[in-house]
């Protein structure tokens, strides 16, 4: 089992910035891929950024690259988004993932463990 914890979520107005974290607990050794997902109100969940947790590859929707980073420390288990330049469409839950199969890094499926969400607002 995998425990994630996120925490960072606020409200800021457009063009601020947030930095979200999530502290993996249990059995992380046996994470492959760390993910951060958003799903706003009548939306499905979608990618935002995802990293390879031992060769530390990344992958950004298209929509927020350039302006979200994600990163890891492997000491701590913990992984975090930064968010600059934030837009209103950026508003959504975030959630924190856990993929131990280590396959389809963007696929909601692919991952068995979630946080419990941080909210994002973002106004114009």
């Known amino acids: 089992q995998v425990q994630l914890v996120e925490s960072g979520g606020g409200s800021v107005q457009a063009g601020g910035s947030l930095r979200l974290s999530c502290a993996a607990s249990?059995?992380?050794?046996?994470?492959?891929?760390m993910a951060w997902f958003r799903q706003a109100p009548g939306k499905e969940r979608e990618a935002v950024a995802t990293i390879n947790t031992s060769a530390g590859r990344t992958y950004y929707a298209d929509s927020v690259k350039g302006r979200f980073t994600i990163s890891q420390d492997n000491t701590n288990n913990a992984v975090y988004l930064q968010l600059n330049s934030l837009k209103p469409e950026d508003t959504a839950m975030y959630y924190c993932?856990?993929?131990?199969?280590?396959?389809?890094?963007?696929?909601?499926?692919?991952?068995?463990?979630w946080g419990q969400g941080t909210q994002v607002t973002v106004s114009s």
């Open positions: 993932a856990a993929n131990t199969w280590g396959a389809y890094p963007l696929s909601v499926g692919s991952y068995g463990y």
């Open positions: 249990g059995y992380s050794s046996d994470i492959r891929y």
